[in-house]
């Protein structure tokens, strides 16, 4: 059964970093683009950031770029999402997917599989 299952969220800071990890079982995760999406309260879900099959392609939404990066361990079945310099805006429950494509991009429709969420909160 394929699975993904989020943790590493929790209460931070403004200015604080997270890691947020991506566990993927039941599947192989080198067939599978990755991507990390969020949702706020009475906002729609966006996507954070995707990263390619191999690891060796990656996009980040506006918002984080410089802020946050994407990584992938295929031989540890887990991805990745280190976020830095932490906003109050970034508060949302984040996400990860999973699609099997070549393709990077994070438009959440084209993902197959998704964790459970795992909520990040940035607050003083």
């Known amino acids: 059964q394929l699975q993904l299952v989020e943790s590493g969220g929790g209460l931070v800071q403004p200015g604080g970093s997270l890691r947020l990890s991506c566990a993927a079982s039941?599947?192989?995760?080198?067939?599978?683009?990755i991507g990390w999406f969020r949702q706020a309260p009475g906002k729609e879900r966006e996507g954070v950031s995707c990263i390619s099959r191999s690891g060796g392609s990656s996009n980040y939404a506006d918002s984080v770029k410089g802020r946050f990066t994407i990584s992938r361990d295929n031989a540890k079945h887990t991805v990745y999402l280190q976020m830095n310099l932490l906003k109050p805006e970034d508060t949302a429950v984040y996400y990860c997917?999973?699609?099997?494509?070549?393709?990077?991009?994070?438009?959440?429709?084209?993902?197959?599989?998704w964790g459970q969420g795992t909520q990040v909160t940035v607050s003083s």
């Open positions: 997917a999973a699609r099997a494509s070549w393709a990077v991009r994070c438009v959440s429709f084209e993902y197959d599989y």
């Open positions: 039941g599947f192989t995760l080198d067939y599978y683009a």
